[in-house]
């Protein structure tokens, strides 16, 4: 049900692929709300993606960006601006890649080249793409940015590898950025921690499934899926969360507060018996 919580404002979103993507959901569900968006992806991306369709059924433009080149964001967001008609109110930051990760290299024998890029990609862009906007004067007073990250950044998943060092950093872009962005112009800057969800990224991580589980069963609320994640990115795009900003906003149905329940304690008892 849409509530025209975005009527008049103009987006950018980055890490739409496919279907599964929840930047594809955040994408459909902004328009729904009245927004006017662009989709942007790294070029080798969109080769074999589904990005051109999502554009086509919004009615809008893809404009491609490696996200970890000032250039390619500068000339997003200029491209942007003029295909909108003004400055940007959001921006969403839903990129992850790592090498490591997709050659099974396990944590304790990481290739660092690899290690590096991992961070450029998945979150030293997130700088880059504030930095661009930021210095570009593109963002409208008030506006938002989001970036999605996961708890691997506060707790340990043997699994996930660099990418929760990625995380990490992420997060304290967003605290760090937050700050001269509020005193520039009032634009929020905030990273949502999302439950583990079934993206095309996510399942390609060691054990994916095993912990999927174990957090839908530990959530009271069980897992949140790429659909609520959109809404919740709806509403912290639109001025009713006009005062929150530098914060990292758990998303996870419950899981972070959790140390044990019910469920998992009658799998211990059945795994006994």
Same mark, same amino acid.
């Given at each position: 049900?849409?509530?025209?919580?975005?009527?008049?404002?103009?987006?950018?979103?980055?890490?739409?692929?496919?279907?599964?993507?929840?930047?594809?959901?955040?994408?459909?569900?902004?328009?729904?709300? #009245?927004?006017?968006?662009? $989709? !942007?992806?790294?070029?080798?991306?969109?080769? &074999?993606?589904?990005? %051109? *369709?999502? =554009? @086509?059924?919004?009615?809008?433009?893809?404009?491609?960006?490696?996200?970890?080149?000032?250039?390619?964001?500068?000339?997003?967001?200029?491209?942007?601006?003029?295909?909108?008609?003004?400055?940007?109110?959001?921006?969403?930051?839903?990129?992850?890649?790592?090498?490591?990760?997709?050659?099974?290299?396990?944590?304790?024998?990481?290739?660092?080249?690899?290690?590096?890029?991992?961070?450029?990609?998945?979150?030293?862009?997130?700088?880059?793409?504030?930095?661009?906007?930021?210095?570009?004067?593109?963002?409208?007073?008030? #506006?938002?940015?989001?970036? $999605? !990250?996961?708890?691997?950044?506060?707790?340990? &998943?043997?699994?996930? %590898? *660099?990418? =929760? @060092?990625?995380?990490?950093?992420?997060?304290?872009?967003?605290?760090?950025?937050?700050?001269?962005?509020?005193?520039?112009?009032?634009?929020?800057?905030?990273?949502?921690?999302?439950?583990?969800?079934?993206?095309?990224?996510?399942?390609?991580?060691?054990?994916?499934?095993?912990?999927?589980?174990?957090?839908?069963?530990?959530?009271?609320?069980?897992?949140?899926?790429?659909?609520?994640?959109?809404?919740?990115?709806?509403?912290?795009?639109?001025?009713?969360?006009?005062?929150?900003?530098?914060?990292?906003?758990?998303?996870?149905?419950?899981?972070?507060?959790?140390?044990?329940?019910?469920?998992?304690?009658?799998?211990?008892?059945?795994?006994? =018996?």
């Amino acid at each position: 049900m849409a509530n025209n919580l975005l009527k008049g404002k103009r987006g950018i979103i980055f890490g739409a692929l496919d279907e599964k993507s929840i930047a594809w959901a955040v994408a459909e569900r902004c328009h729904e709300e #009245g927004a006017q968006i662009v $989709l !942007t992806n790294a070029p080798v991306a969109l080769r &074999f993606g589904k990005i %051109n *369709e999502l =554009a @086509e059924k919004l009615n809008t433009k893809v404009i491609p960006a490696d996200a970890t080149k000032i250039e390619d964001i500068e000339n997003l967001f200029t491209e942007s601006m003029e295909l909108l008609g003004g400055k940007i109110d959001f921006v969403l930051h839903s990129i992850g890649m790592s090498l490591n990760v997709r050659k099974k290299k396990e944590y304790t024998n990481l290739n660092h080249d690899w290690m590096l890029k991992t961070f450029d990609i998945s979150a030293v862009s997130f700088h880059k793409v504030m930095q661009v906007a930021y210095n570009m004067d593109a963002m409208n007073d008030g #506006g938002s940015i989001l970036a $999605l !990250t996961y708890m691997a950044a506060q707790r340990t &998943f043997p699994e996930y %590898n *660099e990418m =929760a @060092e990625s995380k990490a950093l992420l997060e304290s872009y967003a605290r760090s950025f937050g700050y001269h962005f509020g005193v520039k112009n009032k634009v929020r800057v905030n990273t949502i921690s999302q439950s583990p969800t079934m993206t095309t990224a996510g399942s390609g991580v060691k054990g994916f499934g095993t912990f999927f589980d174990f957090a839908d069963k530990m959530s009271p609320l069980g897992n949140a899926d790429a659909a609520s994640c959109a809404d919740y990115c709806v509403v912290m795009f639109s001025d009713l969360t006009r005062m929150v900003t530098m914060q990292n906003l758990f998303h996870d149905g419950g899981f972070i507060n959790m140390g044990i329940n019910s469920v998992a304690l009658a799998g211990d008892e059945d795994a006994e =018996a």
